[in-house]
């Protein structure tokens, strides 16, 4: 595996010729690092499975440069789902809807849905246009780490998390730290309305101005979504130190809160982001902090309101320790 980490024309042009050819690159996107592979072809999607250790039938999200592509992945795309698309790609949203042919079973699970998304890091469109260029027609890829664990948000994590794992010709692909720092939003438009199936940095309120309907929240953890996205309601997102969301850390524990909040005695101050952008942006990193330094628990202040604290908060609930 090698780690690029200047990704000049010459590197960006190497790597997508790797992706034709089968291999695996590990690439920044504006949300956090994914591990993509030629999203037409079984064998090189087959092993993202291998690689990360995740179960069979977890679906991929296909990545592309262009609105113009989305009709190969995807057919009976409702007039909400060309607004959010005009709206926010490039950028942190993935859009799940029906399927095309070229969406084997093994991109979807076997469901009738595909995700889409068209990130907007310009390292990530670059190697999505060059890989278009050299005839392929989509990247899939999941967050470039093992399943369950924390995903990566620099290049320096996806290879603590998946170098032992990569072969000799898969890539890593540096583009710095990620801007954004939790997974795209991903909508379900397969019905007469949208609704959010993971939150993220395009939020309710954002969709909702944009679109002018309400966005019911509720479905979030509904059971609906759990047959639809295995992986959203599983154990996820967690280090291995256990993460506590309410009570007091004592000596040696790490803390995790605004900056306005003040380290209780004895705990070990992980992360003070001013706001809850920032929050979201080193959640992962200051998880890992924690593991790095073998702290055994994580205590974390929640931030509060809507926005992106939702996204937050959805992380956070999915990482905590249950007692
Ligand atoms: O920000 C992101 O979305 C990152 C970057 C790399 O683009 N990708 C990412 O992929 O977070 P992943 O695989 O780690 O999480 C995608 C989630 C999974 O839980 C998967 O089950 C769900 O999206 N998903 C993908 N395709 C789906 C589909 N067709 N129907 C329902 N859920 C889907
Ligand atoms: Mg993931």
């Known amino acids: 595996m090698s780690i690029i980490s200047n990704c000049t024309a010459t590197a960006i042009k190497d790597a997508a010729t790797a ?11 504006e949300t956090v690092y994914g591990l993509g592979a030629n999203a037409t072809n079984k064998n090189a999607t087959g092993r993202i499975y291998a690689v990360k250790g995740r179960p069979k039938g977890h679906p991929l999200i296909v990545h592309i440069s262009s609105i113009g592509n989305l009709d190969m992945w995807a057919r009976n795309i409702p007039e909400y789902a060309v607004k959010l698309a005009l709206a926010f790609w490039p950028g942190p949203m993935t859009l799940i809807l029906p399927r095309t042919d070229l969406a084997k079973d093994f991109i979807t699970g076997g469901q009738d849905n595909v995700g889409v998304r068209i990130p907007s890091h310009t390292v990530a469109l670059a190697l999505l246009k060059e890989f278009e260029d050299q005839g392929g027609l989509g990247v899939a890829a999941p967050s470039a780490n093992r399943f369950g664990a924390v995903s990566p ?5 996806v290879e603590i998390e998946l170098a032992d794992f990569l072969s000799e010709n898969d890539q890593i692909l540096d583009g710095g730290p990620c801007s954004i720092g939790v997974e795209s939003t991903i909508i379900n438009c397969t019905q007469n309305k949208p609704s959010i199936l993971r939150p993220g940095a395009v939020t309710k309120e954002i969709i909702e101005d944009t679109l002018g309907v309400i966005i019911d929240l509720s479905t979030l953890n509904s059971e609906s979504i759990k047959i639809k996205a295995p992986g959203l309601l599983e154990s996820h997102y967690a280090p291995k130190a256990k993460v506590f969301l309410t009570g007091s850390p004592t000596l040696g524990d790490g803390f995790i809160a605004l900056d306005s909040f003040t380290t209780p005695n004895g705990a070990i101050r992980i992360a003070s982001p001013k706001t809850n952008e920032e929050f979201a942006r080193v959640l992962y990193e200051a998880f890992r902090l924690a593991d790095f330094k073998g702290l055994r628990r994580v205590f974390v202040i929640p931030p509060t309101g809507d926005g992106i604290a939702v996204a937050i908060n959805d992380r956070l609930s999915k990482s905590a320790f249950e007692k």
Do not use: E, I, M, Y
């Open 19 to 29: 992706l034709v050819k089968g291999d695996l690159v590990a690439f920044p996107t």
């Open 153 to 157: 948000t620099t290049a320096t994590a």
